[in-house]
Nanobody
């Protein structure tokens, strides 16, 4: 059973920080890009950040540049999202995904169940 499991979400005050983690199980994702999307209530899913297998390439949504950092630990098959200076508009369910390329993560082959991030004003 292939799974991507997100963790680290929670309730935080504006200006605070959270670190999300996405751990893969059931198989390794060698050679895969990984990334994060989010979906706020009654809103469409939007891209947040992506990272190549090597970690040499990253991509961020304009709304999170300078505040969020994506990283990964291939040995642990885990991708992280460090979120700083959080804003209420960051409130959403955050989903982890894996796919062959950063540019096609929207159609990722695998998705996690999501973790809720709520930022209070």
């Amino acid at each position: 059973q292939v799974q991507l499991v997100e963790s680290g979400g929670g309730l935080v005050q504006a200006g605070g920080s959270l670190r999300l983690a996405c751990a893969a199980s059931g198989r390794t994702f060698s050679g895969y890009a990984m990334g994060w999307f989010r979906q706020a209530t009654k809103k469409e899913r939007e891209f947040v950040a992506g990272i190549s297998w090597s970690g040499g390439s990253t991509a961020y949504a304009d709304s999170v540049k300078g505040r969020f950092t994506i990283s990964k630990d291939n040995a642990q098959n885990t991708v992280y999202l460090q979120m700083n200076s959080l804003k209420p508009e960051d409130t959403a369910v955050y989903y982890c995904t894996a796919g062959r390329f950063i540019g096609t993560l929207r159609n990722g082959e695998y998705w996690g169940q999501g973790t809720q991030v709520t930022v209070s004003s």
